[in-house]
């Protein structure tokens, strides 16, 4: 029996998300404290857990965290560090022990009724989001096409013919919490960018998966001026 060659997909259907995506992690934080308690971790513990994923949520809704700003993030950190160690060897001043026991004072529990409620809040929108980003933002890539549609009409086209593309990820917390990063559709030889997608969940299984489709047809050198001619255009 021979085998079969596995064909390449004609098409790939995508959705590219609001920031609203990145809410997902408060609301699985409800079961995931539930998880701990039955480990037997305590609500200090699992209030500064909570604390910290509202703070990522947050940085992650709010701010675009390139590599060079998380490594000079990173480089404050060490340095703040470093400078507390020395005021407490030169000076005595131990400002870390200070800051710890601030923060132990506050005593800082985790309310599993406010994580529920507050959870089923964004898990309602979080929902809405879901289904109407499907009807009004679906993008379809053919080898020939580009195609984005909204509420099951296409809105906007993109030039026949192959292209090439590259993926970017300008926010590594949303690399962190969906592997999401941006899509960049260049002309076939490369020289013009003709698009920018944004917020793609799992991108390097997506561009993957594109890269196939986009494979699958060679340009031709009509369809490359034709291409060219829209990009100018």
Request: proline share 5%.
């Amino acid at each position: 029996m021979t085998k079969k060659n596995k064909q390449p997909p004609r098409s790939i259907r995508l959705v590219n998300y609001p920031k609203l995506f990145f809410v997902w992690p408060l609301i699985a934080a409800p079961a995931l404290m539930m998880l701990l308690e039955y480990m037997g971790v305590s609500s200090l513990v699992q209030g500064w857990i909570y604390i910290v994923l509202v703070s990522l949520v947050i940085l992650t809704l709010g701010v675009d965290l390139d590599r060079t700003s998380g490594f000079v993030l990173l480089l404050i950190v060490v340095t703040g560090g470093l400078i507390t160690r020395m005021l407490h060897s030169e000076f005595s001043l131990d400002v870390f022990g200070f800051i710890t026991n601030y923060f132990t004072a506050l005593d800082v529990r985790y309310d599993p009724n406010f994580g529920v409620a507050l959870g089923t809040l964004l898990l309602a929108l979080f929902v809405w989001m879901f289904f109407w980003t499907r009807i009004h933002n679906r993008w379809e890539i053919t080898p020939f096409e580009f195609k984005h549609s909204s509420f099951g009409v296409v809105d906007h086209s993109l030039a026949r013919g192959a292209k090439a593309i590259k993926a970017s990820y300008p926010d590594i917390l949303e690399v962190l919490f969906g592997l999401c990063g941006s899509l960049h559709v260049y002309s076939a030889n490369g020289d013009k960018e003709l698009m920018t997608i944004n917020n793609i969940p799992f991108l390097p299984f997506v561009k993957k998966r594109i890269s196939a489709v986009l494979a699958s047809a060679q340009p031709s050198a009509a369809s490359r001026d034709d291409e060219e001619a829209v990009a100018n255009g």
